[in-house]
């Protein structure tokens, strides 16, 4: 929403529950493009965007022959400037031993995934071991997870400045390095633990007792009325929380949503798609309504410690 002050809105997103600073996603701000790589053969063809255009040896004349370069060339300096998520099986991944004092467990450096058989080969060049902070608790659970064979990982990455795949020149195997971002160890949909920026997010879990609460709060830019028509939408609100939470028992962050002629989230600390198009389809009867921007929190509590809730709006003003 053009009326929005952005700043106002990294303010708000950035100060997590316990202090911490979370990622934040704003619409209408440039930010880097995410995209999703299904497995072995969307990672051949990432590598083959790669080919440095003055490696190719296109056929045609010398017209064709300009053009497709310049074509491997934009192709290349756009997938060099995206961002990767993959999900990636690991149940033959090592483990380091785990730090007690640091309650901290990573895998063996450089962390390395093999797709297909080793067709394809990611290693890790920052972030080396994945790092999770997790109890000795939660570090056996993974552990045991990956003896099950159900561990899985997603990963979040970068390309270094000179990415180039290697491989073999038959173009049957692939090696790429990368820069991880953000990282996340899953026991099927469940998460376990996230590692990189997503591990600055509070140490509390709805799977160990922390309780959940949705606290919408004044809008930032519109009426009043604004909040206390999506405050009227909260036991839809909460049912989108409580499912995110059967999936990522530590959700948690900040959803901004801009009302008007449709409704649409302007800023995400959450990084939860899932949560942002279930919010979305919650508040969707209020698209027409009068121009705002609502932000909604949605907040755990670590067990022993009752979160803000639902509160309520001061009368007047």
């Not at 530590?250 to 002629?261: F, I, K, R, W």
Request: glycine residues 12%.
């Amino acid at each position: 929403m053009e009326g929005m002050a952005p700043l106002v809105v990294a303010l708000l997103l950035s100060a997590a529950p316990d202090g911490s600073t979370a990622s934040i996603r704003m619409e209408g701000v440039p930010e880097v493009p995410v995209e999703t790589l299904s497995g072995a053969g969307d990672v051949v063809n990432l590598c083959k965007r790669l080919v440095p255009a003055e490696r190719i040896r296109p056929s045609g004349d010398a017209v064709e022959q300009g053009e497709a370069r310049a074509r491997q060339e934009s192709d290349r300096d756009e997938s060099m400037a995206g961002r990767y998520r993959i999900m990636l099986p690991a149940a033959r991944v090592g483990f380091a031993a785990y730090d007690g004092a640091e309650e901290r467990l990573k895998v063996v450096e450089p962390a390395t995934f093999r797709l297909e058989g080793g067709m394809v080969v990611l290693t890790a060049t920052e972030e080396r071991g994945l790092p999770v902070h997790v109890d000795a608790g939660l570090a056996r659970r993974i552990l045991a997870t990956r003896a099950a064979g159900r561990l899985g990982l997603e990963l979040v990455f970068d390309l270094p400045d000179d990415a180039i795949c290697g491989g073999d020149r038959r173009g049957r195997r692939y090696a790429l390095n990368v820069e991880p971002v953000e990282w996340r160890w899953l026991d099927g949909e469940e998460v376990l633990a996230r590692g990189g920026v997503a591990g600055d997010r509070p140490a509390v879990s709805a799977s160990l007792g922390a309780e959940p609460a949705v606290d919408v709060g004044e809008p930032m830019v519109g009426p009043r009325e604004a909040a206390r028509a999506v405050l009227a939408r909260r036991a839809d609100l909460d049912a989108c929380y409580a499912e995110e939470l059967r999936k990522d028992p530590s959700a948690d962050g900040v959803l901004v949503v801009d009302l008007g002629a449709r409704v649409a989230i302007a800023a995400d600390s959450t990084g939860s798609p899932s949560l942002k198009a279930c919010v979305e389809r919650a508040l969707s009867s209020l698209a027409g309504s009068e121009a705002a921007s609502v932000p909604i929190r949605f907040e755990l509590a670590a067990p022993g410690r009752s979160g803000r809730g639902h509160e309520a709006l001061p009368s007047g003003g």
